[in-house]
């Protein structure tokens, strides 16, 4: 397997699944490395192989409303990504929006002979018909104040006159990189097993690097902790895990540089551009593959164990011991 697709929808991407071939048990699952935290045990909420099993492998996973941070990052990526396709997604609830509603709404009420609104209201029938319809055609409001949040983080990047890190900047004037591209491929596991993988990365400039290629992931954050970040979010993991579908899929090559634009979300919204070490990737491919043949395993024997044994915490265990002494 090795493809690489662009201009395909995301919704297409996310539920993009094989003939269940070579891992039968898999049911035609293909990898991607979110995925890889809910069978990832050393992760806050501690995953494990009866839970991966059950949300991506029998394709359970609940869905939930989504937390405003993701729909906010989904935005912020649109507009900095795909700013031809940002209106076609998003709409600005603003004054603007708020007048055409209201006049809709009076010109219902006019000819139904009643009297009209003065000001606009979100119980007008005219608005809840619009939320309805936005819905429906797979569309999100985003408010006015979110809207300039999102402009000001986007000139921060791309701006060179309010940029502090010109690295940005570059990155978005070459004339040859792509966003949202989607690739199909196998990566080895630690046994060196194929599995199927999908990963989809935000900005890829095969040309830059001296031909060897840029993978840039944009991380909007709410407080300046990259480094913390990455390590919360195993976005090292991720990148490695982008890395190698990458130069897998031959979209660019070994020596390929790749790093992170982080940007904040609240005044004066800095920008910057980090490279990832070698070291940091090492580590990140180390993980991601140790969590592919876990995903192996399990599939070959169709055994997917639940959480093991009930453990406590240093500072709990120090103090048991403390306690045995005592006693």
Known sequence: MKKIERNLSFKTYQNYREDAGVYPDLKGLVINSSSLSDIDEEKKDSGSAARFKYNHVDDNKEKNSEAPALTFGRAIHAYVLEPQTFEEDYVVEDADLHDRILSIANDEQIANKRKPSERFSKSLGAWKKFVADMKFEGREIISEGVMSQIEKMTASIINEKVALDKKTV???????????????TDLRDLSGFKMPCKARLDLVDPIANNGKGLIADVKSIAEWSPGRSLESWKWYRQMAFYL????????????????????????????????????LIEAGRIEYKYLLHRIHDCAERDIWPGHGKITYPFTLERKLEEVQLLT
Not at 170 to 184: A, C, Q, R
Not at 252 to 279: L, M, N, R, T
């Open 244 to 279: 190698d579908m990458a130069i897998a899929a031959e979209l660019v090559e070994k020596g390929c540089k790749c790093g992170w634009i982080f940007v904040e979300k609240s005044a004066p919204y800095e920008a910057q551009f980090h490279e990832a070490e070698d070291c």
């Open 170 to 184: 570059e990155i978005f004037k070459s004339k040859t990189y792509e966003t949202e591209v989607s690739i199909f």
